[in-house]
């Protein structure tokens, strides 16, 4: 029996099957395009937050809190010295007046450094092509940096004993003064070994080796005990460094952790190293600039109270709450900085770049460009420009900030970062109505940034005495530098002063900024 062929109505029925599944299918696909559409969307977003934090992380732990990261500097030191390998000096064009191309400077040296003349005398004494006699005619100069090799020596002192033919009374003169009993390193040695340590930031361990290797064999232990003997020859200056900060009307403060070996147990105490700076020379005051720090156990805002007591002006900081308590009192008046509401914008802006950010970051901008142009002008001017320039971009920021801010999420980043502004605004506008004042805080953080690139080579202190120890010398040379002042040779002398009794009552004659140096000192040791 033969099978029926197919009906029309049957292929119609399979094709509307067919098409069902085909619609069922296309249903299916397109529901499973737009899970993974969000799927997508939303690691998207995680690795674009992710993105961010990383970004974070990195310029916390390896670059500068700016634009201007340090991979900027190695790659472009990496394609100098390529460039420089790859071009001999000879070879480079030679450019004249008519060139477009614009010649690069020529660096002078610094004329305070010593300096050895050498003179090339031509080999013959007459004229090569007839024998005629010479004649001066000029001098061409050239410099060369050079490097003096460190070197170590002993001095040895000798005091002759003579007697009286009548008496038999024996004559000899006094034995020097040394900053240590028995001690066998001089005083610039001593000060050689503290700038190292502190100023440099080398271990002792690290000084060893390179004292071994120029032939001097000493004691890690002996090194580290004789330094902290010097050390403790600085505190009437250290001291008197905080007496005269206190009596300021600004002073700038920041904070850094300080980890400190708990004794016996192999563990770190969260410690804070506090840096305290007044210096206002941005507003044309001729007070010597100061900086002092100080070591604690923890970070709180009682250890700034202790500290300021008797303070009253206007402190500068970043947004810490422990600070908080300090302003309520109202003795003691708050600035904010500027930079810190900067860096949280452009953190965002880095990574997630918007008109929001752009339009922020470059009102910020103009305001800097702003405070470019009158550094160093008395407060009165300074204040002048700052309200007729400053003001209205300060208050076409904070429209802004207002103005988006409320049709934000307040998960956003941008949104948390324009919050850390508006929470703070009339402390960040403290710098519109004071000459005087900074718009940010940055002098205290180029002061606590040594320490915090040095605390990479020795991780921690060894015990509370070692952090107070390294606040006193850190304090000298902090101050030094700020003076302008060479704090190897100033620690040298006046340890020295200090030792032979240097009366309490002239202190003053021996800060950094009124020391005068006795004599010549010898040529700055390589480290």
Known sequence: MSEQAPSTADFLARIVLLEAAVSARDITIAERDEQLRRERAEAALRIQRLQLRIDRFNRKAFGRSSEKLGQMLLELEDLETDFAASVPDTQLPIVTDTDKVRALPVRKLNPNLPRKRIVREPSCACCPGCGG????????????LDLV????QVIETVRPKYSCRTCDKIIQAPAPAKAIARGKLSYAALAHIMMAKWGYHLPYYRQ???????GVDIERSTLARSAGYAAALLDPIYNRLREIGRTRTKIHTDDTRLPILAPGTGKTHKGALWVYVSDDRNSGSQEPPIAWYRATMGRAGESVMTELAGFAGTLQADGFSGYNQIYRGGTIREAACLAHLRRKIFDVHDSQPTELSTTAMAGIQAIYRIEEEIRGLPPAERLAARRRRTRPLVRALRRQLMRQANGLSRHADIAKAFAYGTKRWRAFNRFLYDGQLEPDNLIAERAIRGFTV?????????????????????SIIETCKLCGVDAEAYMADVIERIQNDWPASRWDELMPWNWVRRQEMPLPLAA
Not at 149 to 152: E, G, I, R, S, T
Not at 208 to 213: D, E, F
């Open 149 to 152: 090799a460190q070197a170590w």
């Open 133 to 144: 006699a010479l004649r001066t005619m000029g001098e061409d100069h050239e410099e060369m």
């Open 454 to 474: 040095g605390r990479r080579n020795w991780l921690f202190s060894g015990n509370f005495a070692a952090a107070e120890r390294s606040a006193v010398v850190l």
């Open 208 to 214: 060893i080796q390179m004292m071994a290797a120029k």
